[in-house]
C-alpha cells in the first residue's frame, strides 16, 4: 500500500473511529455530520468522500465484508456444500468481530431504536441474501433467482442475524455460544435442503 493509500485509510479510520464515539456519548439524531468531521480533523465535505451518510459510517466494513463472503463461496471446493464454506467463513471471521464487539453491539442498539438504520440494514443484507442465493443454487442445480434458493438463503440471513443477542441491550454473545447458534440454525437450513432436493442434489 502506497503513501497515499495509507492516508485515505487513516482518514477513513478516523472518521469511522469519530462517528462511533460521538454516537455512543451523544447518540445518533444528536450527532450531525459537522460533529464528525470536526472530532476527526476533516472537513464536512472530506466526510462525504467517504461516506454517503451518517447510517453509511455504522456499515463501514460491509463491502469488503460481503466481497470476502463471495470470494469464499465461490471459490469452495467441490464437495463442500454452502454451509459449511458459510461456518468456515464465520469461524474465521470471530476473532474480529469479538474485537471489534462494542461496536457490533451498538449498531445492533441503534437498529433497534431508529428504524431508519434498521431498513439500512435490511437494505444491505440483500446484498448477502444474493450472494448466498447465489451459492445454494449451485447445490441444487438451480438458477440464484429461482425460488429455492431465495428462500434458503433468506433463511440463512435469519440465521446469521440470530447470532446477535436477542435483548439489544444486553452484553455481546461469546464466540462459542455464537457458534452454537449457527450450528443450530446451519442444521436447520441442511434439513430444508435434503428435503427441497433429497439426496446427492444437495450437494455440490
Given at each position: 500500500m502506497g503513501l497515499r493509500e495509507r492516508k485515505k485509510e487513516q482518514t477513513r479510520r478516523a472518521i469511522e473511529?469519530?462517528?462511533f464515539r460521538l454516537f455512543a456519548e451523544r447518540g445518533f439524531q444528536a450527532t450531525t455530520v459537522a460533529d464528525i468531521a470536526d472530532a476527526a480533523e476533516v472537513a464536512p465535505r472530506t466526510f462525504f468522500?467517504?461516506?454517503?451518510?451518517?447510517?453509511?459510517?455504522?456499515?463501514?466494513?460491509?463491502d469488503e465484508t460481503a466481497d470476502a463472503l463471495a470470494e469464499r463461496l465461490r471459490g469452495r471446493p467441490p464437495g463442500e456444500s454452502t454451509f459449511d464454506a458459510l461456518r468456515a467463513w464465520i469461524t474465521g471471521l470471530l476473532p474480529d468481530l469479538e474485537a471489534d464487539e462494542d461496536r457490533e453491539a451498538l449498531r445492533h442498539r441503534l437498529c433497534s431504536e431508529y428504524e431508519s438504520i434498521a431498513a439500512h440494514e435490511r437494505h444491505l443484507m440483500a446484498r448477502?441474501?444474493?450472494i448466498i442465493a447465489e451459492s445454494v443454487a449451485v447445490d441444487?442445480?438451480?438458477?440464484?433467482?429461482?425460488?429455492?434458493?431465495?428462500m434458503i438463503a433468506a433463511a440463512a440471513?435469519?440465521?446469521?442475524?440470530?447470532?446477535?443477542?436477542?435483548?439489544p441491550g444486553a452484553e455481546e454473545l461469546p464466540g462459542r455460544e455464537k457458534l452454537q447458534r449457527l450450528d443450530e440454525a446451519l442444521e436447520f437450513l441442511r434439513g430444508g435442503v435434503a428435503v427441497l432436493a433429497p439426496g446427492p442434489a444437495a450437494q455440490r
Open positions: 473511529d469519530a462517528a468522500a467517504y461516506f454517503p451518510s451518517k447510517e453509511d459510517v455504522l456499515f463501514a466494513d460491509f448477502f441474501e444474493s441444487l442445480g438451480d438458477e440464484p433467482t429461482d425460488l429455492r434458493p431465495r440471513i435469519a440465521a446469521l442475524m440470530a447470532m446477535r443477542p436477542d435483548d
